[in-house]
């Protein structure tokens, strides 16, 4: 008999190559690496399942949606409501962020048109916005439409694709800043402007956070037709516009910016166009900003004054 043949390990047990212990061994510690992984894929499945609980629970992805289209870019979607983060919003039928259905009152109503500066952002609670606010102060109707990143052409694009709303409104007033003045706005990413809520919270969030996307305000310079489409609007509408020049933070100290703000929104003037300029209101200061353009939700209030002093809404003055 060979001697190699009947080599026993300390055990007892055979320990030759190919024996059936060692066989065992071997399955044994396979079947531990499998359930060692199950286990914690488990773990790591139930540890997003908890994640894409809570996530869902405050809200995290209960943010308003987008209809993409060529004529307006893109718009937040109709009749939608929600809470993000525990901060309320909602949009009517004709994606004015109010809850009420479009119906001109019998008093004053005013269409309040921009950018995110009427839309707002996910710091805000619908009733710190700025179309609520100068409803409250002034006691009449606003109906206020904007979208983030929206440019003048969008707003024009909107209103000439809505006419019941212009019909409607006594008031026309919009909110500019300097780089309102370009080529549309065109809807480029669900990151930035969803058109739907995600399957999952979690892989939204992380492609958010991991993918943070370019800016999509318009490039400064492209004006495209916009100077053109809005001397005619004013033409053809005939009556009172007013225009609110709102500024971001850095033109308050700066008066080389300043000046080239005020020269590049005198580009809309017109016979019917009235301006306000917020940078000769003493009451607004760059501690009013949440960042270089957004008011902070608190100092919303201020802009609201200012257009209901400057509207004489309600013989405001």
Same mark, same amino acid.
């Given at each position: 008999?060979?001697?190699?043949?009947?080599?026993?390990?300390?055990?007892?047990?055979?320990?030759?190559?190919?024996? @059936?212990?060692?066989?065992?061994?071997?399955?044994?510690?396979?079947?531990?690496?499998?359930?060692?992984?199950?286990?914690?894929?488990?773990?790591?499945?139930?540890?997003? @399942?908890?994640?894409?609980?809570?996530?869902? +629970?405050?809200?995290?992805?209960?943010?308003?949606?987008?209809?993409?289209?060529?004529?307006?870019?893109?718009?937040?979607?109709?009749?939608?409501?929600?809470?993000? @983060?525990?901060?309320?919003?909602?949009?009517?039928?004709?994606?004015?962020?109010?809850?009420?259905?479009?119906?001109? %009152?019998?008093?004053?109503?005013?269409?309040?048109?921009?950018?995110?500066?009427?839309?707002?952002?996910?710091?805000?609670?619908? #009733?710190?916005?700025?179309?609520?606010?100068?409803? +409250? *102060?002034?006691?009449?109707?606003?109906?206020?439409?904007?979208?983030? %990143?929206?440019?003048?052409?969008?707003?024009?694009?909107?209103?000439?694709?809505?006419?019941?709303?212009?019909?409607?409104?006594?008031?026309?007033?919009?909110?500019? #800043?300097?780089?309102?003045?370009?080529?549309?706005?065109?809807?480029? %990413?669900?990151?930035?402007?969803?058109?739907?809520?995600?399957?999952?919270?979690?892989?939204?969030?992380?492609?958010?956070?991991?993918?943070?996307?370019?800016?999509?305000?318009?490039?400064?310079?492209?004006?495209?037709?916009?100077?053109?489409?809005?001397?005619?609007?004013?033409?053809?509408?005939?009556?009172?516009?007013?225009?609110?020049?709102?500024?971001?933070?850095?033109?308050?100290?700066?008066?080389?910016? *300043?000046?080239?703000?005020?020269?590049?929104?005198?580009?809309?003037?017109?016979?019917?166009?009235?301006?306000?300029?917020?940078?000769?209101?003493?009451?607004?200061?760059?501690?009013?900003?949440?960042?270089?353009?957004?008011?902070?939700?608190?100092?919303?209030?201020?802009?609201?004054?200012?257009?209901?002093?400057?509207?004489? @809404?309600?013989?405001?003055?």
């Amino acid at each position: 008999m060979n001697f190699a043949d009947s080599a026993v390990a300390s055990d007892g047990a055979p320990s030759r190559p190919g024996s @059936l212990w060692a066989r065992c061994v071997k399955a044994w510690r396979r079947r531990k690496l499998v359930v060692s992984a199950a286990v914690v894929g488990g773990l790591g499945l139930a540890g997003l @399942l908890g994640v894409e609980v809570a996530a869902r +629970a405050v809200g995290a992805v209960d943010f308003p949606t987008y209809d993409a289209n060529p004529v307006t870019g893109y718009i937040p979607t109709a009749d939608t409501a929600g809470r993000l @983060l525990g901060r309320d919003w909602v949009f009517n039928e004709h994606h004015m962020g109010v809850a009420a259905p479009f119906a001109p %009152s019998a008093s004053t109503d005013v269409v309040l048109i921009g950018d995110s500066l009427v839309y707002g952002t996910s710091s805000y609670r619908q #009733n710190q916005r700025l179309g609520p606010n100068l409803q +409250a *102060l002034s006691g009449v109707t606003v109906w206020p439409v904007g979208a983030g %990143s929206w440019s003048v052409a969008n707003e024009l694009a909107y209103l000439n694709t809505n006419p019941e709303v212009v019909a409607g409104a006594d008031r026309l007033v919009f909110i500019v #800043n300097y780089a309102d003045i370009q080529s549309g706005s065109v809807w480029k %990413s669900d990151l930035t402007h969803p058109r739907r809520h995600p399957v999952s919270a979690v892989a939204y969030l992380a492609a958010k956070t991991l993918f943070k996307p370019a800016s999509d305000d318009p490039r400064f310079g492209e004006e495209g037709p916009v100077l053109t489409d809005w001397r005619a609007f004013a033409a053809r509408y005939g009556r009172r516009i007013d225009v609110i020049l709102y500024p971001n933070k850095a033109m308050l100290t700066d008066p080389a910016k *300043l000046k080239a703000y005020r020269d590049r929104l005198a580009l809309l003037a017109a016979p019917n166009v009235v301006f306000h300029d917020l940078t000769l209101d003493p009451r607004w200061t760059p501690d009013d900003y949440l960042d270089n353009i957004h008011p902070r939700p608190g100092a919303v209030i201020k802009v609201a004054r200012f257009a209901n002093e400057e509207l004489h @809404l309600n013989g405001a003055r």
